[in-house]
């Protein structure tokens, strides 16, 4: 039986013959409601640009779909490769998922994305209800800068909370978010309110505003502010925090065992105030907290903590997502992709994230398809998480300031080269994040009195803005062979410029201690391991390793300006 719209007008019962002006106004009234409501014209569904209001289009849309089409705009999947794969387009065209995601390894031509991403919206309007993708990534700024290319190398998370300025947070969210625009990419994975619990962590680290709740909300807010301001959906993760853990979610389940009062005056400070501030989208973590009522569950699968506390003590309004399902962290959990997908929707979220493709027949469609069939709960589960989809997506994918659907690549191009000002901006940023953590006596240090320079590291930017600030100076790239080599080279200088951005780098610069030599060192990500380098002369932190970060750490180093930012954590 064919299925009628549900605002299609009633049939009218037989009648005999009426008037033939009388047929004219019923003709005119009924041309009349059809114009202002597309709709209701013919049976199936609503057209995307009908101008109701989101949240009535979204329910009209919700309740004619099939379960088939319900459970698609649940469910986002990313590939491998520059091409989308034929398989994606099968899951676009003929299962009509909701959502793509683009990683790091889909392509660094930026014209290239952007007919992709043409190619794929194009695929899911010509399909189906003509509904349109989300289209996300991960573009935190710093360290996860999943959409290379033509697009900017910022400072990142971190260097914003030394900063400590929200219009820095809101500009650079503004900046990240008008590069993804260009490229018609509608929703980012950013920003991660994360806080900078455990030092150690190596998952999180620079990702992290901070250690401290409220300034790392605040700051959230005002980046979710600016990648709204052009056009993107901004998405706040690990909910409800992944910062107290040095364990990675990707090979294993984290256990952080913090009490709920602790969490709910710490991890979940940022995201009750970004839930008072309504930010669309939130992605929930793969962790676990056996000291709350949640038990061994991880958070992404937990009902407690994604109803209970996210919906009903929180108030949050916008669309879940899981990270990727494919993290030990989840599948290990539930057993399989198929179980973890079908906790994921039953505890609260409204879409699943996939890195890896299933087949069309994979167990992971139909075991959830017939969950919907056999169990009214989880398919009224699903048919509400996808009506909150496509209240998203009507909000935020017309009209003028939402990305293009079909992205011009060599409009894109000529945006993404047009970036002076965010050039301009991104190096002020760096600038104004420079920290010196110790040995302010001890600068500048002036090319005439550094003597003999070597420059240790594993950049060439750093050695780039190195030369340039010290010329003449010797560089060495070092590796965790280098010990016996960078003190052979170290006693042949006066001053050792290191360049530290992981603990494997630690044991090398242990090896220069004790020569007798000036030794400056430039904390490129995670300022923690500093706590190590005690006995260093000197020690500034950058955040990054983008080329504006080296730049302002050696203008900085040699007096060019004064260094004002200040570590965003208390340090041990």
């Not at 899911?124 to 710093?142: F, H, K, N, V």
């Not at 979940?268 to 008072?276: D, H, K, N, Q, V």
């Not at 699968?301 to 899981?322: A, C, P, Q």
Request: charged content about 20%.
């Amino acid at each position: 039986m064919t299925r009628r719209h549900p605002l299609a007008a009633p049939r009218p019962p037989l009648r005999a013959r009426r008037h033939p002006l009388a047929a004219l106004c019923a003709a005119l009234c009924i041309a009349a409601f059809c114009a202002a409501f597309p709709a209701a014209a013919g049976a199936g569904t609503p057209a995307w640009d009908d101008p109701r209001p989101p949240e009535a289009l979204a329910a009209v849309f919700a309740e004619a779909m099939t379960d088939e089409e319900a459970l698609a705009q649940t469910i986002m999947l990313a590939w491998g490769g520059a091409e989308p794969s034929p398989l994606i387009l099968r899951w676009v065209r003929e299962r009509r998922i909701g959502g793509i995601k683009i990683f790091g390894w889909n392509t660094d031509d930026s014209a290239r994305l952007a007919q992709t991403i043409a190619a794929l919206q194009e695929a899911a309007l010509s399909s189906g209800q003509g509904i349109p993708l989300l289209i996300a990534t991960d573009q935190e700024g710093g360290m996860v800068r999943h959409i290379k290319g033509a697009t900017s190398e910022t400072p990142g998370n971190m260097a914003l909370g030394a900063s400590g300025r929200p219009i820095d947070a809101y500009l650079a969210g503004r900046g990240i978010g008008a590069e993804l625009a260009l490229l018609g990419i509608n929703m980012n994975f950013a920003p991660n309110v994360d806080l900078f619990t455990n030092p150690q962590s190596l998952l999180v680290g620079t990702r992290s505003f901070g250690s401290g709740p409220a300034a790392a909300g605040l700051l959230g807010a005002a980046f979710m502010k600016g990648l709204l301001a052009a056009g993107v959906i901004p998405t706040a993760k690990h909910f409800p925090g992944h910062g107290a853990t040095d364990l990675d979610s990707h090979g294993t389940l984290p256990r952080v065992y913090a009490s709920f009062e602790t969490l709910w005056e710490r991890e979940l400070i940022p995201y009750r105030l970004l839930a008072r501030e309504k930010i669309p989208a939130l992605m929930s973590g793969h962790i676990a907290f056996p000291a709350t009522p949640a038990g061994e569950a991880p958070a992404s699968l937990s009902r407690w903590f994604l109803h209970d506390v996210l919906r009903e003590k929180m108030g949050f309004e916008g669309i879940v997502i899981t990270d990727d399902l494919v993290m030990m962290g989840a599948t290990d959990y539930a057993g399989s992709l198929a179980s973890a997908a079908k906790q994921a929707l039953a505890a609260g979220n409204d879409v699943i994230l996939l890195s890896n493709i299933p087949s069309l027949e994979a167990p992971l469609w139909h075991s959830l398809l017939q969950a919907m069939r056999s169990e009214s709960a989880f398919r009224a589960r699903v048919h509400d998480a996808a009506r909150r989809i496509l209240e998203t997506k009507l909000r935020a994918l017309r009209g003028p300031s939402a990305p293009p659907l079909r992205p011009d690549p060599q409009a894109a191009l000529r945006g993404l080269a047009a970036n002076s000002g965010r050039a301009a901006f991104f190096q002020d940023l760096a600038a104004r994040s420079v920290t010196i953590v110790q040995g302010a006596d001890a600068l500048p240090l002036r090319p005439e009195a550094a003597g003999r320079v070597l420059l240790a590291g594993q950049f060439g930017d750093f050695f780039k803005a190195g030369s340039a600030a010290y010329p003449g100076a010797a560089v060495y790239w070092y590796t965790p062979d280098s010990a016996e080599e960078i003190q052979r080279l170290a006693r042949g200088a006066d001053t050792l410029i290191f360049c530290l951005s992981a603990a494997a780098g630690l044991p090398i610069l242990e090896a220069c201690r004790g020569l007798n030599k000036r030794v400056i060192v430039f904390s490129a990500l995670n300022p923690g391991y500093l706590t190590r380098a005690r006995w260093a002369d000197a020690a500034l932190a950058l955040y990054s390793y983008a080329p504006e970060s080296f730049a302002a750490g050696f203008s900085a180093l040699r007096g060019a300006f004064e260094a004002q930012g200040a570590l965003p954590f208390e340090a041990p």
